[in-house]
């Protein structure tokens, strides 16, 4: 286990319009900020696409799944972190029957708008976090 501290540096709050890719703009979003490393609080907005990736096995490592499909869709959250500039976050999405989702990926075009929160964070080293490697 490994575990980091540090202090919230400065928030920032990322407005995304129609038709804007979700990945794409907020890869831009931490390039022009320079955000080396943070964590995003959530999210609201809605989408015309989606496209995420899912674990479907438990091998390691696991086989995965890229669901992809066009239609109407409300962004319930997104959650996740900066690691190193790296953007690695998951997206939830709703209809008026199911909650999905998974990790997001390029092709979640916004319908309406989307507002990102993110926590820029100092004092804090979080380049390895995602990796299925131990990390001590």
Do not use: W
Not at 11 to 17: E, I, P, R, S, T
Not at 84 to 94: A, Q, V, Y
Request: net charge negative.
């Amino acid at each position: 286990m490994r575990i980091e501290s540090g202090t919230i540096k400065r928030l920032h709050v990322v407005h995304l319009n129609p038709g804007d890719d979700i990945l794409l703009s907020l890869q831009e979003a931490v390039r022009q900020k320079n955000i080396r490393h943070g964590v995003i609080l959530g999210a609201i907005g809605s989408v015309t696409s989606y496209h995420f990736h899912v674990v479907a096995s438990t091998d390691l490592p696991p086989a995965e799944l890229y669901p992809r499909r066009e239609g109407a869709y409300d962004i319930a959250t997104m959650t996740g972190f900066i690691f190193n500039g790296r953007i690695h976050c998951h997206i939830i999405f709703s209809d008026d029957k199911i909650a999905f989702g998974g990790h997001l990926e390029e092709g979640c075009k916004v319908l309406t708008f989307n507002v990102v929160p993110i926590a820029e964070v100092e004092e804090m080293d979080l380049t390895d976090f995602d990796t299925m490697e131990p990390l001590n």
